[in-house]
């Protein structure tokens, strides 16, 4: 086992491990594409505007005919979903939003600065302050066709979705879901949906934790989800069973140093090599990081309700999406500061379990420990405080 500590900070820990991950298959070309990953370049089918358009709702002309006087006669129309009108010298086009630029005008007259009859325009600002190009979105200034508009490895939201469809990208090639195991550990813990747990039972938050921290997204499945009890072989063999069809194995508990703690033997037992088991963090103190040969994740969270709900989001949730393909697979964090901080100060990087209460603001709720289900719930992420760290931060904040 390598010595305890041997990365000094959760992001050290997670490049240690990911890159040595094996990014899953990329077979399917489909048209689910929201929250996939795309496994293929997207490449622009034609220019972006696919000519010269108007940005405003206004009047197309031709900025030397201005020199003379600042009313010209209206000679046509150019409206969103028709080729444009001729446009003659000496003239005005009416325009509208997304209308094509008649060939000959150089700028756009927004309406608010001209005076309008049917048969004529006056421009009622200073004519020599038009500048060329004026209120014109140029054939090909968002893209030139031909070019990338999107890199594999992109996670398709809304926003990606939209680039897709405009440049006809309906379909594409997206990388398989990553398979996620999740096996529980623990003679304690059980599900007593019938039955009221005794007092040394409990019920079994992390398997719960995990599955709502993988089922909103679509780029990763849990491909299992069972509870082994503390028996050094049965966890071995429910190990390697997970593995054959799992890109990952996450376990909760028995990671620590108590007699029934067999997850460390258990996951070299399974063929995996331990890359940390120890961090210097605070919940998760234990966490244990191995990879098996073929690139396989087996992450060995704290059994600590709060230290495997919170280690799941900081390493597995980065970690899995690195194996889903997405180049940019780190957990954005947003920075906040705290309103009600802690004057002490200790020497692990502190995930403080907070609210938000307002734009930039969080509050640290008061919690007993990584065992205090309540303060879970009544929070909306955690900041991560670095070593020996006190004072309001700002601080990077993860939300659930
Ligand atoms: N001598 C030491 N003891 C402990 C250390 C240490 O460094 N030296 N570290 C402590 C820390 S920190 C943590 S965190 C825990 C983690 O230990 P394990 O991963 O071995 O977890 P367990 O002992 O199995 O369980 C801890 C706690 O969590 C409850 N639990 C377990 N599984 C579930 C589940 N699926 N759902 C809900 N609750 C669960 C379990 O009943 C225990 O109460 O070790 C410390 N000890
Ligand atoms: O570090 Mo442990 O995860 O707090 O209870």
């Not at 489909?30 to 220019?47: G, K, N, S, W, Y």
């Not at 000519?51 to 969103?80: C, F, N």
């Not at 799992?246 to 070299?268: E, F, I, N, R």
């Not at 970690?319 to 009600?340: C, D, E, F, R």
Request: net charge negative.
């Amino acid at each position: 086992m390598p010595p305890r500590f041997s990365y000094v900070s959760p992001e050290s820990a997670l490049n240690a491990l990911a890159c040595r991950l094996q990014v899953v298959q990329a077979t399917i070309r489909t048209d689910e594409l929201t929250d996939r990953v795309i496994a293929q370049d997207v490449v622009a089918d034609r220019d972006s505007p696919a000519a010269d358009v108007s940005a405003m709702d206004g009047y197309a002309i031709s900025r030397a005919d201005l020199h003379d006087s600042p009313t010209l006669p209206v000679s046509g129309e150019s409206s969103a979903g028709s080729p444009p009108p001729q446009w003659r010298l000496g003239t005005a086009v009416r325009i509208f939003t997304g209308a094509i630029l008649p060939v000959g005008c150089d700028a756009v007259i927004k309406r608010e600065e001209t005076q309008e009859s049917e048969s004529e325009v006056t421009i009622v600002r200073d004519a020599s302050g038009v500048s060329d190009g004026e209120n014109i979105r140029c054939a090909g200034e968002n893209a030139a066709g031909g070019s990338v508009v999107m890199q594999s490895g992109t996670r398709i939201t809304a926003a990606q979705r939209a680039t897709l469809v405009n440049f006809g990208c309906l379909e594409a090639i997206v990388f398989e879901p990553v398979r996620i195991a999740i096996v529980t550990t623990g003679d304690e813990v059980g599900e007593f949906r019938q039955t009221q747990p005794e007092p040394w039972q409990l019920r079994n938050s992390n398997q719960a934790a995990l599955q709502s921290l993988i089922r909103p997204h679509r780029w990763m499945t849990v491909s299992q989800s069972v509870h082994c009890l503390d028996d050094p072989d049965a966890l071995t063999q429910q190990m390697q069973q997970s593995l054959i069809d799992s890109d990952v194995v996450v376990l909760t508990g028995g990671v620590s140093m108590g007699d029934y703690d067999h997850v460390p033997d258990a996951v070299v037992s399974a063929g995996a090599e331990i890359v940390f088991h120890g961090l210097p963090i605070r919940p998760g103190k234990p966490i244990l990081g191995a990879v098996t040969g073929d690139g396989k994740l087996v992450l060995g969270l704290p059994g600590n309700p709060v230290s495997a709900t919170v280690c799941g989001h900081r390493f597995l949730l980065p970690l899995a999406a690195k194996i889903s393909g997405q180049v940019k697979w780190k957990t954005p964090s947003a920075l906040v500061k705290l309103v009600n901080p802690s004057d002490r100060s200790i020497p692990l990087h502190w995930m403080k379990l907070v609210r938000l209460v307002d734009d930039g603001l969080a509050e640290v709720v008061a919690s007993q420990g990584s065992g205090d289900l309540v303060s879970l719930g009544q929070s909306d992420g955690y900041v991560c405080v670095p070593p020996d760290a006190i004072g309001p931060g700002p601080w990077p904040y993860f939300g659930w």
